[in-house]
């Protein structure tokens, strides 16, 4: 070490820079590497030298000084050779900018070091991007217990709130990398309406679950049998023209009606906050079991039920292939409570025809109107006003003069849709998708936005929470994040 020569004053601003291994100096760069060098000579350093920790800290005195005064109108002896010399080996240099005020940054006679501009403001920097991989699993949720069926409650574990770990701050894009579903719900279940019809006056009510169109057949041929009163009716199905049959097997009874649809028991729990459905309550025409079975009927003019009769001996036929598969879709909606996102949801189809004039006040575009008359606490004049909307809607909404149709559903946060591909014969393993070909479910953001706490919710087709009886689930998701 004794042949080095140390005197800072024999070293010009470009030797010291050449020492420190930087081409394109800033404050940063320059005070970073040398304090590096001096933390390695220092005593308690990998090779203690105080005559380097001396020479290191005087050579970034020294660059930093040059640093913070390159504004003065002063300009150090070494940069005093004529601008047309300085010009021309800017110009070979190769740089994009040739402005002279670009070369007057540092020379030694022989070479141009450019200092670089400042990466945020410049427009066509090269963003630095880092990636980060976020997983949502619901067994980490705040509140798993007490297990509930009620999808209102704070531990049902398709809707809930979350914070990450660490937040993300300048993100630009989030997109989906996998997902893993127990495929645990059921196709058929009270809370969607589908499980019942009245035959005889009496409800016939299959179990929760998910069958075959066989299973369902004898299913319900089983628990006709149990009651006399509905100890007459044959379901039967045949797979030949892939149609489901009722049959009044009494050649001595009168006409028995079968009541797949009853208007007046329509229910929305979703809104109205109810998380149960009552005897012969559903959703809507197309959600019921008979729906399902195939018997797609236009509902009575006058009461907006569906129904048939079936004479003794008579068999009736279902106009359609009976659906058993269940739900053929899910919804993913991530609220990152941002209003950067340039995703705008899940959009559907609605009524195309034309809509009620009549302005709604906010109490009645809060929440469906059965729920508030069943309230019973309304004034006079809502009562008014809400009957009259209704009144208004009804010829607007169906032909018949009945709302009874289940509306698609639709998503402000909606971030993916899962196609729900070949479950009957995937049960009972989990559903499980990843990799590149999920990225198509991306969301971008307007500009860098902070995310840390976002809400989950998976919907059915229908737009009702998915019970997946406890069972945890989840997805990833990769957010790129911008540096610079």
Avoid at 112 to 135: F, L
Avoid at 299 to 310: E, F, P
Wanted: charged content about 15%; glycine content about 4%; overall charge negative.
């Amino acid at each position: 070490m004794d042949d080095i020569n140390t005197d800072i004053d024999s070293y010009s601003i470009i030797d010291i820079l050449s020492i420190l291994n930087i081409i394109y100096p800033t404050t940063t760069n320059v005070s970073q590497r040398a304090d590096d060098l001096i933390s390695r000579y220092l005593p308690t350093g990998a090779n203690p030298n105080p005559v380097l920790v001396t020479f290191f800290t005087a050579a970034k005195n020294k660059v930093m000084d040059y640093l913070n005064n390159m504004d003065d109108p002063v300009e150090p002896e070494y940069l005093t050779e004529r601008t047309e010399s300085i010009q021309q080996t800017w110009e070979n240099s190769g740089y994009k900018d040739k402005s002279i005020d670009a070369t007057r940054i540092f020379t030694d006679r022989s070479h141009v070091v450019y200092k670089p501009e400042d990466p945020i403001n410049k427009p066509d920097v090269t963003p630095v991007i880092s990636t980060h991989i976020v997983n949502i699993d619901s067994q980490y949720r705040t509140n798993i217990l007490p297990y509930s069926e009620n999808p209102l409650s704070n531990s049902y574990n398709t809707n809930f709130t979350f914070n990450l770990t660490n937040p993300i701050t300048k993100a630009i894009s989030a997109k989906l990398y996998s997902y893993q579903i127990p495929t645990s719900w059921y196709a058929f279940n009270a809370r969607s309406g589908n499980t019942f019809f009245m035959y005889n006056g009496i409800i016939i009510t299959i179990p929760d679950g998910n069958y075959t169109v066989q299973s369902l057949v004898a299913e319900l041929n089983a628990i006709a049998a149990q009651n006399i009163a509905t100890s007459d009716l044959v379901v039967s199905f045949n797979p030949v023209d892939n149609r489901i049959s009722f049959k009044n097997n009494n050649l001595l009874s009168d006409n028995i009606t079968v009541v797949f649809f009853i208007q007046g028991n329509v229910i929305n729990y979703n809104n109205c906050g109810s998380t149960s459905l009552t005897q012969f309550q559903t959703l809507g025409i197309n959600s019921t079991l008979g729906w399902l079975m195939g018997f797609h009927l236009t509902a009575d003019t006058t009461t907006g039920d569906v129904s048939i009769t079936l004479a003794p001996g008579e068999t009736i036929k279902g106009n359609v292939a009976p659906d058993t598969y269940g739900p053929k879709y899910f919804i993913l909606s991530l609220e990152d409570y941002s209003n950067q996102r340039l995703s705008s949801g899940l959009y559907n189809i609605t009524n195309t025809t034309n809509i009620a004039t009549i302005s709604i006040p906010d109490f009645y575009k809060t929440t469906a109107v059965a729920c508030k008359l069943r309230e019973g606490q309304l004034t006079q004049s809502q009562l008014y006003t809400i009957n009259a909307v209704t009144e208004s809607s009804k010829p607007n909404n169906t032909a018949t003069g009945f709302n009874s149709k289940l509306n698609g559903p639709s998503s402000g946060s909606a971030f993916a849709i899962i196609p729900l591909q070949d479950i009957t014969n995937l049960r009972p393993t989990p559903y499980v998708k990843f990799g590149a070909d999920l990225a198509v479910h991306k969301r971008n953001y307007l500009s860098p936005t902070y995310l840390d706490r976002f809400t989950v919710r998976l919907t059915d087709d229908k737009g009702n929470l998915v019970d997946l009886h406890d069972n945890d689930w989840s997805f990833s998701m990769i957010v790129e994040e911008r540096l610079n």
